[in-house]
């Protein structure tokens, strides 16, 4: 197939591939213009997302971010279970912190708003799956053009990480937190993987190929806690912060 660039088919036909136009686009070479016009007037687009976090999120006081999937409905026990572990962890006095959608998202941010804590939502413009949940302060609502700008939010202002049952996105800001905890990028905070059955396979894999290969220490098993229930997650944050002395409550 001709690779010339100079036409978006999608806009002339329906049934053209998308993904094909975005092939083709890869492919052509971009005039100065373009690149003055779009490329780099992007860096002042996402520069203004960054300072936007920043600003909104620096007095939020201690939080915890809570990752899942964002096609878990209500009556999943794992949607059900999010919810319990947000408002447990709210009356300990942390904010909460997810991607502002539906699902798993949804359930966290119902958490805090049911005991009265922060909810805050960073939100993602996406074509499917993604809208704003109605359970986020609405001085803590944040629309994003750009994941990366969006992950250091989630990692920026989170003293934890409670990891629901989820999948790409959720492996992605799973693997971001202890990526950056392993290289002492930020601090040795508690992550919690809730549903051991659901995680087991790929922390099996994790033992079996990562460590075994040598491309993982025998340390970094430590990174992560596994549990089954809500009380068990909540445990495992608050003993880690009472070993510290730390008062959350401010």
Request: with cysteine; aromatic share 14%; proline share 3%.
């Amino acid at each position: 197939m001709e690779i010339d660039g100079t036409r978006d088919e999608s806009l002339v036909n329906p049934e053209f591939d998308i993904n094909e136009t975005k092939l083709h686009n890869s492919f052509r070479q971009k005039t100065w213009d373009e690149t003055i016009t779009k490329d780099s007037w992007m860096v002042f687009k996402i520069m203004a997302e960054f300072v936007d976090g920043y600003e909104k999120l620096a007095k939020i006081g201690p939080c915890v971010s809570i990752f899942g999937s964002a096609r878990l409905k209500p009556e999943n026990k794992y949607y059900e279970m999010a919810v319990e572990i947000a408002e447990k962890i709210t009356k300990l006095g942390f904010g909460i912190i997810t991607g502002g959608g539906p699902g798993i998202m949804e359930a966290g941010n119902k958490g805090a708003f049911n005991a009265k804590g922060k909810s805050i939502g960073l939100n993602i413009d996406l074509p499917f799956e993604q809208h704003f949940n109605p359970y986020i302060n609405k001085s803590y609502s944040m629309n994003f053009d750009y994941f990366f700008v969006r992950k250091v939010m989630f990692v920026k202002y989170s003293q934890g990480f409670v990891v629901m049952p989820g999948g790409f996105g959720t492996l992605d800001e799973l693997t971001e937190a202890m990526t950056l905890i392993q290289t002492n990028k930020i601090g040795k905070f508690p992550i919690v993987l809730v549903g051991s059955e659901f995680w087991g396979g790929l922390l099996d894999w994790f033992k079996a190929t990562l460590l075994k290969e040598g491309m993982i220490a025998e340390d970094d098993l430590d990174l992560y806690r596994v549990v089954d229930t809500a009380d068990e997650a909540v445990a495992h944050i608050k003993a880690f912060y009472d070993k510290y002395s730390v008062n959350v409550n401010f």
